[in-house]
């Protein structure tokens, strides 16, 4: 168990150095406080959530996702062969809260307040996510927001909420993303190491951001900015920023959706070290350019994703590149529209995912060699109930390791 977790600690650290620095799931737009979805998970969250009260122009609304299931993990060489029940931190579970104001016909205030559930301070090298003989509890803050949303000059949002690359490599139209985030460690690590160590999105953050209206059908520009503690001279002084364009729409018969952005600096997410209440902004470095697509062609339910990333320290000379691909199947065979307790399931979302993927990262600069996975799963998904299982095979440092899981998720 020992050396397990020294190989996964040594992944991490490299990580670390290539950027000089830590990193910190990445990708809600109901966050946001913005006119615009950034990922499908959070255009499920916006479908199933329940408004509790309504009083003229004021609403309030409540939302949430609970994501339970299995994991069993091995490492060749190593002292690990075990499985636990807990969280699944692929879709991590939350309760939200978020509350609008209607100004007048174009403009509306918006508050946002998001608590996160189980897992994220457990910690790979402090006991480790629960499969790893860790605990799966915790409880940590993921957004908490107010914004100014105009339908005519776009929103602007100040707190705690996503930076506007957030979410750019993981742009997907299917369900697969219940089971897979590509470029990533989960679901062999939790919430927090997994965020840690994905450097190619954006995190969430104290910002401003500010996204735009819909310039073109389906397609919308972000921003945000953030003060940083310290830049890479140990100045108190500088910022981090981002900027990152997504489009989301149908072109004829297929469903698209794509985004790019550049980052410079990084955000290191609270409790992500240790379980230790922690955070830091760095200026200046590193540079991250990323960007990802999804197609799907309706008719035959065939899809494919890619994700590439390239991140560069120049005072260290250090550039770190990596790319996914995802390829399967998505086809709907339930037609009809179910009720069921304090939730509607919504019937073009009933359907079947299979996929096949692999990722690599090219660690040279850092001395190593490359790092990469590949793997496979199913989802099934009844309106805002999912089902689904997957497994991945890992190559860290030159060891081998496997993790498969099988949970559920249920959206409200």
């Not at 921003?223 to 489009?247: C, E, F, I, P, Q």
């Not at 952005?261 to 997410?269: D, H, L, P, S």
């Not at 470095?285 to 994700?307: C, D």
């Not at 660690?363 to 805002?384: C, E, F, H, R």
Request: aromatic share 10%; net charge negative; hydrophobic share 40%.
């Amino acid at each position: 168990m020992k050396k397990y977790k020294w190989t996964i600690a040594g992944f991490v650290a490299a990580a670390m150095v290539m950027g000089g620095l830590f990193w910190a799931d990445k990708a809600n737009a109901s966050d946001l406080g913005g006119n615009c979805c950034a990922d499908l998970e959070e255009r499920i969250a916006e479908l199933e959530a329940v408004t509790v009260k309504s009083k003229g122009k004021t609403s309030v609304v409540i939302s949430g996702r609970v994501s339970q299931g299995l994991v069993w993990t091995k490492a060749d060489g190593a002292d690990v062969d075990d499985w636990s029940a807990g969280e699944m931190s692929t879709a991590p579970s939350y309760l939200g809260v978020s509350g609008a104001y209607k100004i007048n016909k174009t403009l509306t205030a918006k508050a946002n307040f998001r608590l996160g559930f189980g897992g994220y301070e457990a910690n790979l090298l402090g006991g480790g996510y629960g499969h790893l003989e860790g605990d799966t509890h915790g409880l940590y803050l993921r957004s908490a927001s107010i914004a100014l949303e105009s339908s005519v000059l776009g929103s602007l949002t100040v707190g705690k909420t996503h930076q506007a690359t957030d979410g750019i490599s993981t742009m997907d139209r299917t369900n697969s993303w219940y089971a897979s985030k590509p470029l990533s460690l989960r679901p062999l690590t939790g919430p927090g190491i997994g965020e840690l160590t994905e450097v190619f999105d954006g995190t969430r953050a104290n910002v401003v951001r500010y996204d735009s209206p819909t310039l073109m059908k389906g397609l919308w520009l972000s921003g945000s900015v953030a003060a940083a503690n310290t830049d890479l001279m140990g100045d108190s002084k500088g910022h981090v920023w981002d900027a990152a364009a997504r489009y989301w729409g149908t072109l004829g018969d297929f469903d698209v959706a794509a985004g790019v952005g550049y980052r410079q600096g990084v955000w290191i997410e609270d409790d992500s070290i240790l379980g230790v209440p922690f955070g830091i902004a760095i200026a200046d470095e590193p540079t991250v350019i990323s960007g990802s697509a999804s197609v799907k062609h309706k008719p035959s339910g065939l899809f494919v994703n890619g994700t590439y990333g390239t991140l560069d320290v120049d005072i260290a000379d250090i550039t770190l590149d990596g790319y996914a691909v995802k390829v399967g199947f998505e086809k709907g065979w339930f037609t009809g529209a179910y009720e069921g307790k304090g939730m509607n399931m919504v019937a073009d979302n009933n359907a079947t995912t299979v996929f096949v993927e692999y990722g690599e990262w090219d660690l040279t600069d850092l001395g190593m060699d490359k790092a990469d996975y590949y793997g496979g799963g199913i989802v099934q998904s009844w309106g805002p109930i999912s089902v689904y299982a997957s497994g991945r095979q890992y190559t860290l440092l030159d060891e081998e390791m496997t993790v498969f899981m099988a949970g559920s998720t249920v959206n409200f």
